[in-house]
C-alpha cells in the first residue's frame, strides 16, 4: 500500500492544527467580538425580510440565505457594525468564498462590490 511521505516540519514551527488554534483564541469569542443577542435577532429579522442571497443574485443564481454579512468588514472600518444599509443576505458558500476574495483585495473593490449591489459606497 503506497502511504503519503511524512511532512517536514522544522521542530520549532507549530502544525496548521496549533496555528488555527491559536488564531482562534487571539480572535476571542462572538460575544467578544460584538455579536451579542440584539444582532442574533437582527440578524434573523434581515434575513427573513430578504431570504435571497445577494451575491448569488449578482449572477443569476437562486440561493437562500443564511446570514446576514457586513459588506464592509466592521474590524476594519468603524462604525459599520448597526448600520443596515451594508448588511447583505448571504448564504455560506458566498460568505466564505466570494466575499472573502473581494475583502482582500481592499476598499476600492468593496466600493465596487456595493455599487453592483445598488448601495451608496462607504
Not at 511532512?7 to 496555528?19: D, G, T, W, Y
Not at 448597526?82 to 468593496?110: N, P
Request: hydrophobic share 35%; proline share 5%.
Amino acid at each position: 500500500m503506497v502511504t503519503r511521505p511524512r511532512v517536514f516540519r522544522p521542530a520549532a514551527q507549530q502544525s496548521r492544527q496549533q496555528q488555527n488554534r491559536e488564531a482562534d483564541q487571539r480572535r476571542g469569542s462572538a460575544r467578544e467580538r460584538g455579536y451579542s443577542r440584539a444582532w442574533d435577532l437582527a440578524s434573523k429579522g434581515h434575513v427573513r425580510n430578504d431570504p435571497l442571497c445577494r451575491y448569488c443574485l449578482l449572477i443569476g443564481e437562486y440561493r437562500a440565505a443564511t446570514l446576514t454579512d457586513h459588506l464592509y468588514p466592521h474590524r476594519r472600518f468603524e462604525g459599520v457594525f448597526w448600520i443596515k444599509t451594508y448588511w447583505i443576505s448571504s448564504c455560506d458558500d458566498c460568505h466564505v468564498g466570494f466575499k472573502q476574495r473581494i475583502e482582500r483585495k481592499g476598499k476600492a473593490a468593496l466600493d465596487a462590490l456595493a455599487i453592483r449591489l445598488g448601495l451608496p459606497p462607504l
